[in-house]
């Protein structure tokens, strides 16, 4: 697993405050993570994605709530919050209730793990 990196000015934000303050979007996107036939379903500039995530984006705020655009452009709201010392996040929305490890968090990267469903990202802030 990847340590969650500090940089300095990492070392003055919150994991909510770092988590909050970018709308994050998807670099990578991989299927069946937990499987000897992982997939890449999509990287950022690559044609021919087999998924095309690329206006997908998250926003969380600090108040507990957050929104995310899906592929065909729909904001769901929803709330969010850290669970088990802020190792994984747990997200509730009209879909259901999503829980995801965190494997890195910091300026430039989040990157999570859904070990439910075999989901692995990394995504990266907005620019």
Not at 12 to 33: A, C, G, H, R
């Amino acid at each position: 697993m990847i340590a969650c990196k500090k940089t300095s000015s990492d070392a003055l934000k919150t994991k909510s405050q770092l988590l909050s303050s970018k709308t994050w979007i998807y670099s990578e996107y991989f299927k069946n993570y937990n499987q000897a036939n992982t997939i890449l379903t999509y990287k950022r500039g690559k044609a021919n994605n087999l998924t095309d995530v690329s206006i997908e984006e998250l926003k969380t705020n600090l108040d507990g709530t957050e929104a995310y655009k899906s592929q065909n452009g729909t904001t769901t709201a929803g709330t969010w919050k850290f669970i088990n010392n802020e190792t994984q996040t747990e997200v509730t929305n009209s879909t259901g209730t999503y829980i995801t490890n965190i494997i890195q968090l910091d300026e430039g990267n989040y990157i999570w793990y859904n070990s439910t469903t075999g989901d692995f990202a990394k995504m990266i802030p907005k620019q």
